[in-house]
């Protein structure tokens, strides 16, 4: 059996596999707590896995994509110490059998590695994945299937609190579309701005992207908000909730191909 782990800067994600399957088990949801000791962590995953008919002593192979340091940590001590096996752990020196021509590869997230690398799979190149996480990530893969790079810009939710945080007349709202782009009250004002504001966002970001690549790109979106934007967006063509677990195991299936 096959866990894979997401770890972002506010959620993580689990996802788990059966033996050289791509059927997806289950998948937890959890915050992400950069204090979150391994055995804390296990005590979340095992009834959690174990109320969906899974048996976590099965585990036999581990792949992390995190952006938080600490937390990789605690995984890898969770890894070793529950599972008895080392993890892999995602970063652009990991040869997954996509060419990263990035400036400096390195500096690439593990997280928009295993993006990158699941949407090539699933919808072919040139593709672009935009990822609705805490930042708003857009990334790029060629039609040589060659991940070039992207965009990078604040997530909507830090440009919510950000707003709300400095102005003192303003406050939270529910992130959904107003019925009108012209605001007629603080509410609809806000939601305008920042939700409408983002669909033109992500839309002139991907016409952009889209101009500087050698055929029309396939556009796939993943995380929090994305079925949100999917729904009011004509440029976007796939909603993937599971896009970056997928991308995990894909990893793990190619290195595996790789040393076998």
Known sequence: MLLVADVGNTNSTFGVYADDSPNLVASIRT????????????AI?????TA????????????????????????????????????????????????????NPLEVGADRIVNSLAALER?????????????LNFDVVDHR????????????????????????????????????????NTIHAIQSGLVLGYISLVEGMIQRLSAELEGAPTVVVTGGYAELFAGHSALIHHHDPDLTIEGLRLVWERLNRANG
Do not use: C
């Not at 995953?45 to 896995?49: A, F, G, I, W």
């Not at 036999?60 to 990789?72: D, L, M, Q």
């Not at 707003?163 to 782009?181: E, G, Q």
């Open 52 to 103: 969906k008919n899974v048996d976590i002593s099965q585990v036999k192979g581990f792949v992390i994509s995190s952006v938080v340091p600490s937390v990789t940590r605690w995984l890898q001590r969770l890894s070793t110490d529950h599972f008895g096996i080392d993890p892999i752990i995602v970063s652009a020196g990991l040869d997954v059998g996509m060419p990263v021509d990035a400036d």
């Open 123 to 135: 919808y072919g190149a040139p593709v672009i994945a935009v990822d609705f996480g805490t930042a």
């Open 31 to 42: 915050s992400t707590r950069h204090d979150r000791m391994p055995d804390e962590w296990y």
């Open 145 to 184: 299937g060659h991940y070039l790079g992207g965009a990078l810009a604040p997530g909507l939710v830090i440009a919510l609190d950000a707003m709300t945080s400095r102005a003192a007349r303003l406050f939270a709202v529910d992130l959904v579309p107003p019925p009108n782009a012209i605001g007629t």
């Open 45 to 49: 995953l095992s009834p959690v896995l």
